[in-house]
C-alpha cells in the first residue's frame, strides 16, 4: 500500500504566518489524486483541496496546493484562528485508500 | 448538499459484528461510491471500503475478511458490517461518499467501543 508521511508533526506558529506542510508518498501518486483534508477536535475530517491543486468549494483562497509524483505541499499564506487544526493528506490513486499521520498546526 | 448521517450501537461486545447504517440526504445514492472510513483514537485514519449502485465493492486488504458494505436505494442507506470484533476496532466510524473514490462527503462521525 502507498504510505503517505506528512512533515512536521507539529507546526507552532501565530495568526498571519504562512504555514508550509508536506506530505510525501512511498511511490508516485498517479493522476496526482493527493487530497488535504482539514480536522478539527470533535468534528469529521474537511476536504480542501484534491488533484493536488484544486480547492474544494467553499475553501478559501489562503488554502492552496502543490505537487505532483512523491512530493506534496499545502501551503496556508496567512493563518487565520479558524485554521488551527490538524491537516490530512491522503491518495486516491491505489487500493487500499491512505492517509497521512497528519500535521497539527497549533498556536504558537 | 449531500448530507450523511451515521447511526447503530455504540457498544459492541468482543467477538460480535458491529452493524452501522448512514442515511443519505441531499443525494442520488444510485449515483455515487458510498463507504466507510474511521480513526482509532489517536490513530490515523483508516480507509475501510466502498460499495457502488451497480454492486461493486472494494475495501481494504486489511479487513476484508470481515467487512460487509452494502446499500438499500429504496432507504437512501447503506451499511457497514464488521465481523468478530476485537478491542482494535475501537473507532470514530465515518460514512463517507464522493463522485469518485475521493471522500469529499462526511457524516459527522460515530463512536464505536469494544467491550464485555
Known amino acids: 500500500e502507498v504510505v503517505l508521511t506528512q512533515s512536521p508533526g507539529t507546526l507552532s506558529l501565530s495568526p498571519g504566518d504562512r504555514a508550509t506542510l508536506s506530505c510525501r508518498a512511498s511511490?508516485?501518486?498517479?493522476?496526482?489524486?493527493l487530497a488535504w483534508f482539514q480536522q478539527k477536535p470533535g468534528q469529521a475530517p474537511r476536504l480542501l483541496i484534491y488533484?493536488?491543486?484544486v480547492r474544494a468549494t467553499g475553501i478559501p483562497d489562503r488554502f492552496s496546493g502543490s505537487g505532483s509524483g512523491t512530493d506534496f505541499t499545502l501551503t496556508i499564506s496567512r493563518l487565520e484562528p479558524e485554521d488551527f487544526a490538524v491537516y490530512y493528506c491522503?491518495?486516491?490513486?491505489?487500493?487500499?485508500?491512505?492517509f497521512g499521520g497528519g500535521t497539527k498546526v497549533e498556536i504558537k | 448538499q449531500v448530507q450523511l448521517q451515521e447511526s447503530g450501537p455504540g457498544l459492541v461486545k468482543p467477538s460480535e459484528t458491529l452493524s452501522l447504517t448512514c442515511t443519505v440526504s441531499?443525494?442520488?445514492?444510485?449515483?455515487?461510491?458510498w463507504g466507510w472510513i474511521r480513526q482509532p483514537p489517536g490513530k490515523r485514519l483508516e480507509w475501510i471500503g466502498y460499495?457502488?449502485?451497480?454492486?461493486?465493492?472494494i475495501y481494504n486488504p486489511s479487513l476484508k475478511s470481515r467487512v460487509t458494505i452494502s446499500l438499500d436505494t429504496s432507504k437512501s442507506q447503506f451499511f457497514l458490517t464488521l465481523s468478530s470484533v476485537t478491542a482494535a476496532d475501537a473507532a470514530v466510524y465515518y460514512c463517507?461518499?464522493?463522485?469518485?473514490?475521493?471522500?469529499?462527503?462526511w457524516g459527522q462521525g460515530t463512536l464505536v467501543t469494544a467491550s464485555s
Open positions: 441531499g443525494g442520488f445514492i444510485s449515483s455515487y461510491y
Open positions: 460499495s457502488r449502485y451497480s454492486g461493486s465493492t
Open positions: 463517507v461518499g464522493g463522485g469518485g473514490w475521493l471522500p469529499d462527503h
Open positions: 491522503q491518495q486516491s490513486s491505489f487500493s487500499p485508500l491512505t
Open positions: 488533484d493536488a491543486s
Open positions: 511511490q508516485s501518486i498517479s493522476r496526482n489524486y
